[in-house]
C-alpha cells in the first residue's frame, strides 16, 4: 500500500493555523485560517503540504501519491476530547437517581456511593471484559468526531489495581489515546486520611512510569487539599511527569494557584474562581479545561468562560465522560453547551475542542490543527461551521480520519 495520499475536492479546509499561532488565545473568526478550494498532501500519517488544489507541487505529484476526493466537504481537525474516564465497570443510574431526588454529589459520595462504587465495580472486573466494554465506548467517541482522548485512571487506587486499568488504556485502539495516571481521585476506603494515601501514592509513583507520562489529582473539600496536591507535583515533577489537577469544580480553594505555580498543562472545571485565580490563569501557560456536561449533570454553577477568554486566558472543552457526573458521551452536546451557558463563539468551541485541547495535552505540535508536521487527524462534513456543535443526538461528520486513513 502507498504511504503517500493527495486528499483533493476539498471545498474548506479549515487548518486552525492562526489559533495555534497565537497560543489559542484571544481567538477571532478569521484565525480559523480557511482555505477555500484546498488540497493536501500526507505521507507516513503526517501532513507535508497544504494548499490550493491547482497549485499541488511537483515534488509530491511526481511520487505518484494515491488521490483521495473528499467530495466537495468542509475538512477540520479531528477533534480532541482531554478530559475523560473512559475505564470503567458498572454504572450509576442509581445515582443519577437519588441526585435528581435532592441527594448532592457530596452526601451520595457520603453515603458510599459516588466513585468508590466504581471503583469497588472496577476492581473486581477483569483486564478483558475492561478492555472489551472500553473498545466500545472508544468507538462510539470516534463517531461522535474524536481522534485524540485522553483516558485517566482513578477507579483502581490500588497500585495493582491502577496498573490494571493504565494497561486496558494501552491497548485501546483506533484513536490516539493519551493516558493519565489518577491515583488521588478520591480516598480508597483501606485509607482512613490523605496524608497516609499520598504517601503510598508517592512511594509507588515510578512504577508507573512506563504506562503514562501524565499524573492527575481531584484537588476539592472532599478530596484532596492545595497542599496535598503540592507534595504529589514535587514528586511527579521530579520523576519527569507532566501535571495537571481537577480543581474549584465544587467548591473555592487554593488549588488553582498551586497547580499553576507547579506549571500544570492544565486545571480542570474551575467553576469557582476569583479575578485573582483568573488572572494568574491568564498569565500562564496552563490551559483551562472546561466540563460543561458535568454541570449540566450536576446542577453545578457553569465556569467563568467569557472572563477567562476575555483576559486571554487558553480554554479548552472536554466531555469529562464518566459514569457519575456526565455519563453521555454525545460530544455534539458538550459543543453545544458551551455555545448555549458559557457563551463561547462557534470559532472558539471548534478551537477549544482541537488545538486548546491539544495543548492541555502537550501535544499541540501533534494534533488540533492541519498543518505541515502535524498528524492528518481530520473530520469530513457536509453542514456549514455554524452547523457543528448545534444539534445534539446525531454526529454532522461524514468521515472520521486518522494518520490519513479512514477510522469511521
Ligand atoms: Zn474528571
Redesign the pocket.
Known amino acids: 500500500m502507498k504511504n503517500i495520499f493527495l486528499f483533493t475536492d476539498v471545498a474548506e479546509l479549515v487548518t486552525l493555523e492562526s489559533v495555534r499561532n497565537q497560543d489559542g488565545r484571544r481567538i477571532r473568526e478569521k484565525d480559523l485560517s480557511i482555505l477555500k478550494n484546498a488540497a493536501f498532501v500526507v505521507r507516513d500519517g503526517k501532513i507535508v503540504w497544504v494548499g490550493s488544489s491547482k497549485k499541488v507541487p511537483k515534488d509530491f505529484t511526481k511520487l505518484r501519491p494515491q488521490k483521495i476526493s473528499l467530495g466537495k466537504q468542509i475538512v477540520l481537525p479531528g477533534l480532541v476530547d482531554c ?1 475523560t ?1 473512559m475505564v470503567f465497570a458498572g454504572d450509576r443510574a442509581f445515582e443519577f437517581e437519588m441526585r435528581n431526588q435532592g441527594a448532592t454529589y457530596q452526601d451520595i459520595a457520603k453515603a458510599g456511593g459516588g466513585i468508590i462504587s466504581t471503583v469497588k465495580e472496577t476492581r473486581r472486573t477483569s483486564h478483558e471484559r475492561l478492555l472489551k466494554l472500553s473498545q466500545v465506548r472508544v468507538n462510539e467517541h470516534i463517531r461522535q468526531g474524536a481522534t485524540t482522548i485522553e483516558i ?1 485512571s482513578g477507579y483502581g487506587l490500588t497500585l495493582k489495581d491502577e496498573v490494571k486499568i493504565l494497561k486496558v488504556i494501552k491497548g485501546l485502539k483506533k484513536a490516539r489515546i493519551v493516558p493519565t495516571y489518577l491515583g488521588p481521585h478520591t480516598l480508597p476506603p483501606e485509607f482512613t486520611n490523605n496524608v497516609q494515601y499520598i504517601d503510598s501514592i508517592l512511594s509507588d509513583l515510578s512504577k508507573i512510569k512506563k504506562l503514562t507520562r501524565r499524573c492527575d489529582i481531584f484537588i476539592e473539600d472532599m478530596a484532596f487539599s492545595a497542599s496535598d496536591s503540592q507534595r504529589y507535583f514535587e514528586k511527579a515533577k521530579a520523576l519527569g511527569f507532566d501535571i495537571v489537577a ?1 480543581t474549584n469544580q465544587l467548591t473555592a480553594s487554593q488549588g488553582v494557584l498551586v497547580a499553576i505555580a507547579q506549571g500544570a498543562r492544565s486545571i ?1 472545571h474551575v467553576n469557582f474562581i476569583n479575578e485573582a485565580d483568573i488572572r494568574s490563569i491568564s498569565n500562564s501557560s496552563t490551559t483551562a479545561v472546561l ?1 460543561p456536561g458535568a454541570d449540566l449533570f450536576l446542577k453545578n454553577p457553569y465556569a467563568p468562560a467569557r472572563r477567562l477568554l476575555d483576559s486571554g486566558a487558553r480554554v479548552a472543552i472536554a466531555s ?1 465522560f ?1 459514569p457519575g457526573s456526565c455519563p453521555t458521551q454525545d460530544l455534539q452536546m458538550i459543543g453545544a453547551l458551551a455555545r448555549l451557558e458559557l457563551k463561547m463563539t462557534y470559532f472558539e468551541v471548534l478551537s477549544a475542542f482541537t488545538v486548546n485541547a491539544g495543548f492541555a495535552l502537550g501535544l499541540e505540535d501533534e494534533v488540533g490543527s492541519l498543518q505541515v508536521g502535524l498528524s492528518a487527524d481530520f473530520l469530513t462534513t457536509n453542514t456549514s461551521l455554524t452547523g457543528i456543535f448545534y444539534q445534539p443526538g446525531s454526529s454532522p461528520f461524514t468521515g472520521i480520519w486518522r494518520d490519513g486513513l479512514q477510522i469511521s
Do not use: I, P, V
Open positions: 478530559h474516564h485517566k481537577h480542570d466540563t469529562n464518566n
